[in-house]
């Protein structure tokens, strides 16, 4: 008869609080009232997007954008801008799987879903449930995603046509409202395509609630849904409907309601919280235990759980809530954690069977696989049957054995834990009576020794033999009891030891039994499960010269496609390192020290052909630069088969070498036992574990909007006068990989006393043109201004893998100066200067493209027009008794037609000063008789001496600077000389063909110019 627990009811109903939220309840055998089939539910880390940078979904006729009801069929909705609106098609930027169909464009409805195959539009929640149906949608919104619908309204009365909406939504509120979408990338390098409805009300609730949700989709199938200060949920529908949370494919099985908050009205215990959906594969539960076990409670089973997808796969994102029931009679068995990371709990006795049963949640960091304890005090033989919740799909174990007395089958003291293909294994056998060794066995006993093999026991692969201390051995062990003993160990008090003796990978149950299995006989019995791995995984790189300092040859670029094979062997007495796992000592001494591969004799140790299984290829310490960051492996999934698996597609994402390690998880669906190997030199081994040198793949190069001021004013700049920055250049120069990722490891780690130098890019050479400027006359871009200082391109730690220099200093045009008779003249043109130079270190690595082109413009306001101009200073006749004026004025040259104007906007030179002289033979007046003054306010009375000073106009007024002087009351000429001016105003008086000659002229006091049309003129004064 079954006992039963005193506390023992016929029926159980149970329930368990998930994260605070999800309420999930069951009766009895825990059915589920669906079968969810396509995603996992389960709670994740929180980490709301920012909207700064995503697109706010406003009216238009496009992707992205509101459809204005074009996009739904006919009935009662008028296509509300953007009430119960659908946007056209948006592009998600990557491809993403949902419900077995690969989508690359999603339509975003106001009311909280995401659909991918129709443009259904409608009312939001309560009013639309799980599973959708016709009715207050025009058509059915299957294949949708649903963070949380409800009858949002997101449109802007001040700003949308159509339906006056009653509530008021906008970005430029505060806090800002509305829809927006955005791209983006984890930080384990997974594009996502993010939904944000931000404070949006609901409609016709004034005021109205207001709601912060996002919707995430990610590229490796999975999505999420997030909430953010959401204040309460609106009121149920006359059913008691609230808004739905979850995800449609089909009508009939393939959906899921999220039942947050137990039910309740209660929106606001989801803030801050995140729910992720992840793809469910399950097929079936591979569940692997002993054959044997002790009544001892210290002395439990591991039972090793793994979820399993058609292929035999282990599912490393499975996240399933289980439920586990062990087939106890008695109803003593327990369950506790070895190796699992969610959360273990007992929920009670199966109402028919009586049978204890617990629930188990899978969380990411299981990886799929989990290890339980189970023990037992009663002898009898049970099962471990597991079952997940939401699929119904179940696996049971083989039959595990408890007795009272048994034997313990172990790792010898200081035997590695995990047995290595080829390397013999220390072992016991303990015979136990309880708790307690049974120490009156002495001497040679008669034992049966055979395997169980597991269901994944690798094809074909050698079994291993055992030896006993009395050198009787086994080799190959059968696979079945055998019919008689087939070996003998020596006991002393219950303890005997035996080596495995194994050749190959494999898993399996090593059962021994004292004395002969005899029907209606079980023994005295213990099993150990056992798995075996390779000694090492060795990883060789095709054409790898192990290079580890700056200055060594170059392997390839940061993150472009290199070649490895990952080869599985065997142990053999050559070797000269010992096998993976935690040794008696500490850790394992497999780990390459800096400088050297796994010492391994290659030509010894035998490969093994029949291991095949997923290998991992990562990067690890050691690294260089010593100083900078370990950079990541990609592609770097092997699939090994028959012993050798290549991949022609790895990348390393930085500069610089690293050691790379193999890894084969949890080997035949073992958990916690890795196979393991590091990389080694193509040469001879064991030269050097390190593959590179990497280099940056190329350089990127990034500027600012630079800009000029004109210099004459806002209107223009003179040829040849300095342009000098109202924003100055700014170029950053970027090391990436060839996905664009900044190389962090390019850096100058020997400026900072931390290392070597690894940045090999040298000083740029900026050259500057302007297609504008007239060639043909010799004009030129001059950057040979004394002010102008060139960029450099040093670089430290302190900006890992950039650079950024400003250009300081003016950039002017050269001067027509062609040898010509007389110079040319430049006709206006306008600036367009661009600035090209080219980036390539010393490795060749070079900018995309390359040279690095850009222009420069002028700040907002200011003229790009450059004019050729001139100060002329003509000659002036006039009465030695009146003040004589000279209208010097500055110029520009206007064109062939016109030749030379007045620079009547000229409101910009200065630094003009004049000199007066006698002529050759000299004359009655001399300087000192007149100076420079100006009549509006007399401001040259006081000069004398034949002072000159600067008393006219500087700057000019319209182009003149109102020159004039001072009546002598003598008479005869002078020559009036700019003794300095601006460069740009010199020009070629002298017609030598160089533009580089100031101005003159002559003042003739007493001497009045002849006018051709007059025969006498004659003045009495």
């Known amino acids: 008869m079954r006992r039963l627990k005193p506390d023992r009811l016929p029926e159980i109903s149970w329930c368990r609080l998930i994260s605070g939220v999800v309420l999930l309840c069951a009766l009895g055998a825990l059915t589920p009232a669906h079968a969810i089939v396509s995603y996992a539910a389960s709670p994740t880390t929180f980490g709301w997007i920012n909207t700064a940078g995503q697109t706010l979904i406003v009216a238009g006729s496009s992707g992205g954008t509101w459809s204005g009801g074009a996009a739904c069929t006919s009935g009662t909705y008028d296509g509300a801008t953007p009430d119960d609106d659908i946007t056209w098609p948006i592009n998600l930027g990557f491809s993403f799987n949902y419900g077995g169909t690969t989508y690359t464009t999603v339509q975003i409805d106001a009311n909280g879903r995401l659909q991918f195959n129709n443009s259904a539009c409608g009312y939001g929640g309560p009013f639309i449930q799980i599973p959708t149906t016709a009715g207050n949608t025009i058509n059915t919104p299957t294949t949708t995603i649903i963070p949380y ?110 039942p947050y908050v137990t039910n309740t009205n209660n929106i606001v215990a989801l803030n801050d919280k995140a729910i ?124 595990i054995t408890f007795q009272n007395g048994s034997l313990a089958i172990a790792n010898a003291p200081g035997a590695f834990a995990v047995p290595v293909a080829g390397r013999p294994q220390d072992m016991t056998v303990t015979v136990m009576n309880g708790c ?58 219950g303890l005997a030891d035996f080596t495995l003796d194994t050749t190959d990978i494999g898993k399996y149950l090593l059962n021994w039994c004292l004395g002969k299995i005899n029907k209606g006989h079980s023994g005295t019995c213990g099993s150990i499960p056992i798995t075996v791995i390779p000694y090492d995984l060795l990883i060789s790189v095709s054409g790898n010269p192990g290079a580890q300092s700056p200055t060594e040859p170059v392997f390839t670029g940061a993150g472009r496609n290199f070649s490895a094979t990952v080869t599985a062997y065997a142990w053999s007495p050559a070797d000269s390192c010992n096998p993976p796992g935690p040794g008696p000592s500490g850790p394992a001494s497999c780990t390459p020290p800096t400088g050297s591969g796994i010492k391994i004799d290659t030509a010894s140790s035998l490969v093994l052909n029949h291991f095949s299984w997923p290998v991992t290829i990562a990067a690890q310490s050691p690294f260089h630069p010593k100083a900078g960051s370990l950079g990541s492996i990609a592609n770097g999934s092997v699939t090994v088969t028959g012993g050798t698996g290549s991949s022609s597609s790895l ?85 990436v990989d060839a996905q664009g990722a900044t190389t962090l490891d390019y ?13 090999k890019l040298g000083a740029i050479a900026p050259t500057y043109a302007d297609p504008n400027a007239p060639s043909s006359l010799g004009v030129t871009v001059d950057s040979g201004v004394a002010a102008y200082a060139p960029p450099t391109t040093s670089n430290t730690p302190g900006t890992p893998g950039a650079v950024t220099t400003t250009f300081s200093g003016p950039l002017s045009y050269t001067q027509p100066d062609t040898g010509a008779q007389p110079a040319p003249s430049a006709s206006p043109f306008s600036s367009d200067i661009t600035v090209s ?108 001496s034949g002072k000159t000073g600067e008393d006219f106009s500087e700057p000019p007024v319209n182009g003149n600077f109102n020159l004039w002087f001072k009546a002598p009351d003598v008479t005869g000429p002078l020559l009036l000389k700019a003794l300095t001016l601006p460069t740009w105003l010199e020009y070629d008086w002298a017609g030598t063909g160089q533009d580089n000659q100031a101005p003159a002229g002559t003042l003739n006091f007493g001497l009045y110019h002849a006018n051709p049309a007059q025969i006498y003129w004659y003045e009495i004064y």
């Not at 049966?448 to 190959?476: D, E, I, K, M, Y």
């Not at 006393?753 to 940045?759: I, L, N």
């Not at 009547?904 to 004359?923: I, K």
Request: hydrophobic residues 35%; aromatic residues 12%; charged residues 10%.
């Open 436 to 493: 307690n060794v049974r120490t009156n066995t002495h001497g040679n006993q008669n034992m049966s020794v055979w395997l169980t093999l597991a269901p994944n026991q690798p094809a074909g692969a050698l079994l291993p033999g055992v030896t006993g201390n009395t050198n009787s051995t086994v080799n190959p062990l059968p696979t079945a009891p055998p019919s008689g003993t087939n070996i003998k160990l020596a006991f002393t008090q």
């Open 747 to 759: 850096t100058n780690y020997a400026a900072a006393g931390t290392g070597s130098d690894w940045w």
């Open 149 to 258: 619908s409800v009858d949002f309204d997101p449109g802007d009365p001040s700003i949308y046509n159509g339906k006056p909406e009653n509530t008021f939504c906008a970005a430029t509120a505060n806090p800002p409202c509305g829809v927006f979408y955005g791209t983006g990338m984890t930080s384990a390098g997974v594009p996502y395509f993010v939904v944000t409805w931000l404070n949006v009300p609901q409609s016709g609730f004034p005021p109205p609630p207001a709601f912060s949700v996002q919707a995430i989709l990610y590229a490796n199938g999975t999505f999420a849904f997030q909430y953010e200060n959401n204040t309460s949920d609106p009121p149920t529908d006359s059913n008691g409907n609230l808004p739905a949370i979850g995800w449609v494919i089909d009508t009939t099985s393939n959906y899921y309601n999220y």
């Open 837 to 944: 130079f080219p980036v390539e270190d010393s490795d060749g690595i070079v900018s995309q493209p390359n040279p690095f082109t850009f222009s420069i413009g002028f700040a907002t306001g200011d003229a790009s027009t450059i004019r050729q101009g001139r100060l002329i200073i003509p000659n002036a006749y006039g009465s030695e008794e009146l003040d004589l004026n000279d209208p010097m004025v500055t110029q520009y040259y206007l064109g062939t037609s016109t030749g030379w104007v007045t620079a009547t906007d000229d409101q910009c030179t200065t630094g003009v000063t004049l000199s007066l002289a006698e002529p050759v033979g000299g004359g009655p007046i001399v300087p000192a008789d007149t100076c420079v003054w100006e009549t509006g306010n007399q401001s040259g009375l006081s000069c004398g």
């Open 276 to 399: 992720l959906f992840s793809p469910n594969l399950l097929d079936h539960f591979a569940i692997s235990a002993p054959a044997y076990g002790s009544t001892c409670a210290s002395d439990s089973a591991p039972v090793t759980i793994a979820a399993l997808d058609a292929a035999g796969n282990v599912i490393p994102n499975y996240t399933g809530l289980v439920t586990i029931t062990v087939s106890s009679g008695s109803g003593n068995a327990t369950l506790s954690i070895d190796q699992a990371q969610g959360t273990l709990t007992f929920i009670g006795y199966n109402p028919t069977t009586g049978y204890p049963q617990w629930s188990y949640q899978f969380v990411p960091a299981d990886q799929g696989e989990i290890v339980l304890n189970l023990a037992d005090p009663s002898a009898e033989t049970v099962t471990v049957t597991v079952q997940d919740f939401g699929t119904g799909i179940a696996s049971t174990s083989n039959p």
């Open 651 to 735: 990348e390393y994402s930085e500069v610089g070498s690293v050691t790379l390690a193999a890894t084969g998880a949890n080997y035949l669906d073992t958990a916690g036992v890795n196979a393991i190997g590091y990389s080694y030199y193509t040469g001879t081994l064991p030269t050097s574990s390190f593959v590179g040198r990497f280099t940056p793949d190329h350089f990127d190069v990034t500027v600012n909007q630079p800009a000029f001021a004109s210099s004459c004013g806002s209107s223009f700049s003179y040829l040849g006068q300095p342009l000098n920055y109202s924003t100055q250049p700014q170029v950053t120069i970027t090391a």
